[in-house]
């Protein structure tokens, strides 16, 4: 089922020979700029018809009124309540620790800078609905954000034709759950812009406001969106389907390896699943068990096409150093390790957006209940960049304070530096201050 990528005895760089989703953002950025361009110039109107277009719903307002989000909750099914207030407290324990606090450096006497630590006023947390609901991305999007201190929390979701035109209300019930009450049942890059923008729906009481930053996750036309608002907001990144390597050795037991694989290609027919291992042995047992488990499982077809697609398959290795150098290479949203010795191998990892660590830590917890967050970078971005954490909400900001003596102290420096860089006028602002004619108040009137 797998397609098959042997690297076994080459020493070339494993980067253009790994399985990718064939995706170009570029491409989705030009059929979805009208779209964006629209709302950006017509608001709620462009809002209405391409929602009518993409969703099936013919919207009268965008956001969603406080009592359905409260009805939401009453009616959530209590097994899942259960689990969303446990998954809520993990993720509320992990992120906590995660808070910066100011630090004050002494860099002379008389010359300090402080890193102060300041969350974004106002944040658009994106959930998406397309082939599944989720939230647990509710969670993930809004515990962080609450846990940097962030003032204003907006959730955009797309509405859903068997709900009303309202989101999924379960997406409704974990912000409710959570406090957040202003909700807007939009979806896909009309969403994204309206976050941008801001907008005023059926009236001024139905307006949202732009945001400061856009996080979640979403289809290729939300990355595309978000591409195209970059500098209008931040943006945590550019998401593509979902990604799960398996680093494996002969103790894997391939029963769980294969259910792994299943569990990430049931969320996409681009979703990729990546085994890479040494072992044929293993590998021969992973493939009898897919051909097993997938037959059995709801999302029959879905699975099988992600699971046979381009961007997925087991890439054979010499041994347990290349397969380090393999996955390193390919820098998956979420590597498990389930190989001897699994806490070490996987401490030896240096790009990954999370790492699954042992038998009795599938990627799955982290989707929900770990703690950790399952908002992750995805398409090798792992190699540069970080999933969501409080972090993603908090800007640094360097204090700045000297008095006199340590200035002067300096000021040959900076007049040097200032100079070679022919930026004459960068010394002659600090050398003004030490002329006797710099205008400073002595206390006293001059004549």
Known sequence: MLNR?????????PRGLL??????????????????????????PAIREATERFDGVRLERLRVPAPAI???????????????????ARARKVHADQRRTDVTTQVVPGGTVTERWVPVSRVGLYVPGGLAVY???????????????????????PPQPDNGGLPDAR??????????????????????AMLGYGCTGADESDRCEPVDVITGPGNIWVTAAKRLLRGVVGIDAEAGPTEIAILADDTADPAHVAADLISQAEHDPLAASVLVTESTPLLDAVEAELGRQVAATKHEARVRE?????QSGVVLVDDLEQGLRVVDAYAAEHLEIQTRDARTVAMRVRNAGAIFVGAFSPVSLGDYAA???????????????SGLS?????????????DEAALRDVAGHVVALANAEDLPAHGDAVKARFQPDSGRSDGSDRA
């Open 306 to 310: 992600a699971l046979t697609g381009v």
């Open 5 to 13: 990528i042997d690297l076994r005895g080459s020493r070339r760089d």
């Open 70 to 88: 409260a009805a939401a909750a009453d009616g959530l099914d209590p097994d899942v309540r259960a689990a969303l207030l446990e998954a809520i």
């Open 390 to 402: 409080v972090q993603s909400f908090l800007r640094g900001i360097h204090v700045v304070e000297y």
């Open 19 to 44: 399985p990718r989703a064939q995706l170009d953002v570029s491409v989705a950025v030009e059929k979805i700029r009208p779209v964006v361009e629209a709302v950006r110039e017509h608001g709620f």
């Open 371 to 385: 703690g950790s967050n399952h908002v992750l970078p995805t398409g090798g971005c792992a190699r540069h960049s």
């Open 135 to 157: 939230p647990s991305t509710v969670v993930m999007n809004v515990v962080p954000a609450q846990e940097a201190g962030v003032e204003s929390l907006v959730v955009a979701s």
């Open 171 to 192: 997406v409704l019930a974990a912000c409710a759950l959570l406090g957040v009450d202003e909700v807007y049942a939009v979806g896909g890059a009309q969403a994204v």
